[in-house]
Nanobody, 123 residues
Framework: QVQLVESGGGLVQAGGSLRLSCAAS????????MGWFRQTPGKEREFVAA????????YYADSVKGRFTISRDNAKNAVYLQMNSLAPEDTAVYYC????????????????WGQGTQVTVSS
């Protein structure tokens, strides 16, 4: 089973960009579909983006489509989330997660989670 560690969060002004990284341990990273989720206090974890095992297919929540890009590098055991045109409503803790399935939008289907990284967008 992989372990996941996110990085790259921080404070950015509205309209700015951030790139989140998620480093995975273990030799089986390419077996997992990967996803990014986000959560704000008092709310459920929200699906952001998913990518299949090979990286050839991606899927996005409507709220981030056209602004965020998910990618992965199986040689580096990493998945990324490029976030552009950030808005205050994107403020959240962002989590990467791994699932044995692919292109899954339901948080409960993901078996492994990182610790999260805070993204704060100021207006």
């Amino acid at each position: 089973q992989v372990q996941l560690v996110e990085s790259g969060g921080g404070l950015v002004q509205a309209g700015g960009s951030l790139r989140l990284s998620c480093a995975a341990s273990g030799r089986t990273f390419s077996y997992y579909g990967m996803g990014w989720f986000r959560q704000t206090p008092g709310k459920e974890r929200e699906f952001v983006a998913a990518i299949n095992r090979s990286g050839g297919s991606t899927y996005y929540a409507d709220s981030v489509k056209g602004r965020f890009t998910i990618s992965r590098d199986n040689a580096k055991n990493a998945v990324y989330l490029q976030m552009n045109s950030l808005a205050p409503e994107d403020t959240a803790v962002y989590y990467c997660a791994a699932t044995g399935a692919e292109m899954v939008v339901v948080a409960g289907a993901y078996r492994v989670w990182g610790q999260g990284t805070q993204v704060t967008v100021s207006s």
